[in-house]
């Protein structure tokens, strides 16, 4: 079983809303990813977790805030986000953060409005 | 760190006919290359790797080929279905400060006419 579940499927929330996204996966993996996808582009890295602790941030702004409550878990926190901010958000699991194949989920559709 | 390039970024096929997306990278130290297949509306799904001691690799109707010396890999869809219809995204990882991180190409909008 290689399945992420990502929750919500969709979302739309004001400028001053805080709101969070759900990630989940029980294939035991201990790295955790979250990317933000455009239209017709590559997904982008935003955070990677290992072994439940942040390993890297790529410079993501403030208003987006990851926490990984366990293993098996990952969240992410939004607040005062901008129009700018609406796109598909990926979370993706791997074995470890040196392993290479990584796993997706479906994905959050997020619209700022 | 890796830079990966896609080609092309669109490709229309024939059902039945053969596609090939190629990509290139950077780092001669890369050892594994993903392919991904992204449906409308749904999330990037891995459909096949290869690592650098293999110069191919085939599941049923996907193939892909790696060409160390020019530091290249293709995709290869034999007898397309319109269900293969979708982007195609190839990505190498980086191998040093940011282990875990993919580079994806830009990808390929694969059209797959009945």
């Known amino acids: 079983d290689t399945e992420v579940t990502q929750t919500p499927k969709h979302l739309v929330m004001g400028m001053t809303n805080k709101k969070s996204l759900k990630c989940e996966q029980h294939m035991g993996h201990r790295a955790m990813y979250w990317y933000k996808q455009k239209a017709k582009k590559p997904p982008e890295l935003m955070f990677v977790?290992?072994?439940?602790?942040?390993?890297i941030n790529e410079s993501v702004p403030s208003r987006f805030s990851p926490e990984c409550p366990n293993s098996s878990l990952l969240n992410l926190h939004l607040h005062a986000l901008q129009p700018e901010d609406s796109a598909l958000y990926l979370c993706?699991?791997?074995?470890?953060?040196?392993?290479?194949?990584?796993?997706f989920g479906p994905g959050t559709r997020l619209t700022v409005t | 760190g890796e830079n990966v390039e896609q080609h092309p970024s669109t490709l229309s096929v024939q059902e039945g006919d053969s596609a090939v997306i190629k990509c290139t990278y950077s780092?001669?130290?890369?050892?594994?290359f993903p392919w991904y297949k992204q449906e409308l509306g749904k999330g990037p799904q891995l459909i096949i790797d290869?690592?650098?001691?293999?110069g191919e690799k085939k599941d049923q109707r996907i193939a892909v080929t790696l060409n160390k010396t020019a530091k290249h890999f293709s995709l290869h869809i034999t007898e397309t279905q319109p269900e293969d219809s979708a982007v195609y995204f190839c990505?190498?990882?980086?191998?040093?400060?940011?282990?875990?991180?993919?580079?994806f190409g830009r990808g390929t909008q694969l059209t797959v006419w009945p």
């Open positions: 977790y290992s072994y439940e602790k942040l390993s």
């Open positions: 990505a190498g990882p980086d191998r040093g400060s940011t282990l875990g991180r993919l580079y």
């Open positions: 780092d001669s130290a890369s050892n594994y």
């Open positions: 290869i690592r650098s001691n293999v």
């Open positions: 993706a699991s791997s074995l470890g953060q040196g392993a290479e194949e990584q796993y």
